[in-house]
């Protein structure tokens, strides 16, 4: 038997990646999240003290400031000690509150230990924490890298907006456009999503066992428990949610994580059109210093960047796909399959940012080769066929032709095989239509024929 490998890591994130992804994990890795945790139990006894409930009295400013160093302050330390409690409760949020326990008897403030986790759910606790955590990891790391991506393609856009090149819809020779305007369209696409992103809402429940503040009335039937709570959650910087069961809905999760989803099809779109446009000869890729392209023909140069960025896409998509449809189904008041569902919250979005940074140095690595795209609309000529058929009829209606079904005629012409300049000079000139109108097209050439592309783009 082959002896067992000393202990690494499953999962690539954790692995090979795990510099490019090492970020998120601030904030969706088990650690962060228990910090997080940490920091809604902390901040929730100090709502509780500064409204000098149960006769308590508001903390001094330099005991809240103890108090909030065990989120702020949180460390290795903290993992291990939550790592040998959860082993013994077998639950990771109570686990937490007693850290938080364990930790005000250090600093003197056992008077007010059994206000740790009072009248909370664990779901108070988790729906709180994930809405700080996702929240966080979304506006600080992964929102960002696709801002790169986005800076990098309107810089490209402007920079190629003059660059004609020949479409292909439907992979055939069509109407040129310019590289610019093409790639401009992507970051205009992911510019609407954006917008929605950062309109989402993260919302957190925190209204006990079954959404009702029961056992909050049934120890203080005066106090306004519901507007206490939204306060409270409202301060953390999030979004409250009033009417909830166990748990909180998971709604703007789905919400969220539909949107992700979304930005990373149109990514995955711009990743396999880039790879076409090298296929294509339209970019070039520029070597790397010691970089191999193959491990038998020397001279290739494969665009992994885009390839690596598809995959992880993909991944990211699928897991979350599975999220969104998940998330939204809880058993009666309340189930546990959402539990293990949000500990791959970070992997969706650890794969997504994978994808992020192929995206933004692949697109630093391509040189556009004009000369190709000159090369190939100089081959096209036919696809002026669209033009020459479209003032044709504008012709017809001005009076000035008498021509019968130009589209047919020019289909005669043009389909299905190639037609040069020459020949389609011959046409023109030979057209009943006006002078003005027949030097337009006469001057026209493939290269020429982008409409509004280069506006467009800029």
Sequence with gaps: MTASLPVQPLSPLDGRYRAAVAPLADYLSE???NRARVEVEVEWLIALTDRALFGTSPLADADKARLRGLYRDFGQAE??????????????????EYLVRDR????????????????????????????????????????PALQDVIAKLRELAVEHADAAMLSRTHGQPATP????????????????????????????????????WSAHLAAEPDADWPRIAREYIEGLGIDFNILTTQIESHDWQVELYDHVRHAGGILHNLATDIWTYISLGYFAQIPVAGATGSSTMPHKINPIRFENAEANLELSGALLGSLSQTLVTSRLQRDLTDSTTQRNIGVAFGHSLLALDNLRRGLTEISLSRDVLLADLDTNWEVLGEAIQTVIRAEVVAGRSTIQDPYALLKELTRGHRVGAAELAAFVQGLEIGDAAKQRLLALTPATYVGLAETLAK
């Excluded at 993992?79 to 937490?96: G, M, Q, S």
């Design 104 to 143: 005000l008897s250090a600093l003197g403030l056992d008077a007010i230990a059994e206000l740790t986790h009072f009248a909370c759910t664990s779901e108070d606790i988790n729906s709180a924490s994930y809405a700080l955590t996702v929240k966080r990891a979304v506006e600080r790391v992964w929102l």
């Design 31 to 33: 650690a962060g999240l």
């Design 177 to 212: 456009s310019t590289m610019g305007k093409e790639l401009a369209v992507f970051a205009w696409r992911l510019e609407r999503v954006v917008t929605r992103i950062e309109g989402s809402e993260y919302l957190a429940k925190f209204s006990g066992a079954t959404g009702t």
């Design 79 to 96: 993992i291990d000690w939550l790592a040998e409690k959860e082993a013994v409760t077998r639950h990771d949020v109570k686990a937490v």
